[in-house]
């Protein structure tokens, strides 16, 4: 396995080792003790989430407020734009995002950590993502912030107007968003 940190250090980009053959290929989607010892992180996660959407798709940017959520995420079905955002008010990150094509091709994955909002944009006809998180969902302490909110200014990478839920289209912007000190 490689951890490659990105420009917000807390965000890394995780890539297995695959063993390919004429046959196909395996590789350790995730494995407890190789992670720890690559990233330093000792994280127990609780809960694996399966999502199945359409192109041009976004689904953001969520985050808990309490119970907060790390989550380790990868596509097992077609290409993403994965994006987390510091929203930790007393980080010096606050406000910067980072964003990572993830593909059934390239197998990386992408670790958020608590205090972040994630969001992706579905690049392919469809995409299957399957994500870990270190804390059960809590829908009282869900939150969302609006996926287009100039003061964090994310390139989207399209052109092409994506399809919301009713939720993200009316989420607040970071300015008047709940978020972490």
């Not at 992670?35 to 808990?64: A, P």
């Not at 094509?101 to 608590?114: C, H, R, T, V």
């Amino acid at each position: 396995m490689k951890v490659t940190a990105t420009k917000i250090p807390e965000i890394l980009i995780i890539e297995p080792q695959v063993f390919t053959d004429d046959r196909g290929f395996f590789f350790e989607s995730f494995h407890d003790k190789s992670f720890q010892e690559k990233t330093g992180l000792n994280i127990n996660f609780v809960q694996d989430n399966h999502s199945r959407s359409n192109q041009n798709v976004l689904r953001g940017l969520h985050y808990q407020i309490q119970q907060p959520q790390a989550k380790l995420v990868r596509v097992v079905s077609g290409e993403i734009l994965d994006i987390g955002v510091d929203i930790r008010q007393s980080s010096p990150t606050f406000k910067q995002w980072v964003g990572v094509i993830l593909s059934a091709e390239n197998k990386k994955q992408l670790f958020i950590p608590e205090g972040f909002a994630h969001g992706f944009f579905v690049l392919s006809k469809t995409a299957d993502v399957l994500y870990k998180t270190n804390n059960f969902y809590q829908g009282k302490f869900d939150r969302s912030i609006r996926w287009n909110d100039p003061d964090i200014g994310i390139n989207w990478h399209s052109n092409k107007t994506p399809i919301l839920s009713e939720k993200d289209q009316n989420a607040p912007f970071l300015k008047e968003a709940e978020i972490f000190d």
